[in-house]
């Protein structure tokens, strides 16, 4: 069965301070989908990135940059000079993509990181 | 308005009374999913529906009942509610094919259920 991990349950750092979140998964598949997903104060769930299996290369998207590594089966995510919009609890998720859906399908999800930016 | 919609967003009930949570989506997705969010679990899986009429069972099935008449629409019902059901939940979509990089499931503004 897949399972993704979060082992940091909450995280606070100062403002325009740099923070990793950690995301550890278990899969059998080859193919499957990683996903982070925001949910601001407000509560909806805003999608961050979705990357697959036999994509490694690393992201950047303004502030923000996510490393993959297969061999240690991690999804870190990374927040550069942080701001206090970057308040929220994160969720890496993870999608078996064995079916015809190619990662759309059912998500497990971590159980969440709270990071608070203090200003 | 376009995308995905829930209601009620907030409702209390008391427990052992049948409960509905609606969720409709205008893009004719073909899949569509309820989680139910709670502390210390992130979000859980309860049914998913790969297609009108076809349902199946997530994670956390027992207590919810799911139908899928129609593609727009997955109601969710709690047959007789219970306090252990109080939680928020999502309602999601997604469509089949080849998807961008940009492309996930489509999430639910939630609903906030309690049962007293």
């Known amino acids: 069965a897949q399972k993704v991990t979060q082992a940091q349950t909450e995280i606070s750092v100062v403002e325009k301070e740099d923070v990793t979140l950690d995301c550890v998964y278990e899969?059998?598949?080859?193919?499957?989908?990683l996903f982070w997903y925001k949910q601001p104060p407000s509560g909806e769930l805003v999608f961050l990135i979705r990357r697959n299996s036999f994509d490694e290369q690393n992201e950047i998207s303004g502030r923000y940059s996510w490393n993959f590594q297969k061999s240690t089966s991690s999804f870190n995510f990374t927040i550069t000079a942080s701001q206090v919009v970057d308040s929220a609890v994160y969720f890496c998720a993870l999608s078996e993509g064995a079916g015809t859906n190619f990662g759309n399908e059912k998500l497990t999800f971590g159980t969440g990181t709270r990071l608070t930016i203090i200003p | 308005d376009a995308g995905i919609t829930q209601s009620p967003r907030y409702k209390i009930t008391e427990t052992g009374r049948q409960v509905t949570l609606m969720c409709h989506q205008t893009w004719s997705h073909s899949y569509m999913f309820w989680y139910r969010q709670d502390l210390g679990h992130g979000l859980r899986l309860i049914y998913y529906s790969a297609a009108a009429d076809i349902t199946d069972k997530g994670e956390v099935p027992d207590g919810y009942v799911v139908s899928r008449s129609k593609t727009e629409n997955f109601p969710l019902t709690l047959e007789s509610a219970t306090r252990s059901q109080t939680s928020v939940y999502f309602c999601a979509s997604s469509d089949l094919g080849l998807p961008s990089v940009t492309d996930t499931q489509y999430f639910g503004p939630g609903t906030r259920l309690t049962v007293l």
């Open positions: 899969t059998r598949d080859t193919t499957y989908y």
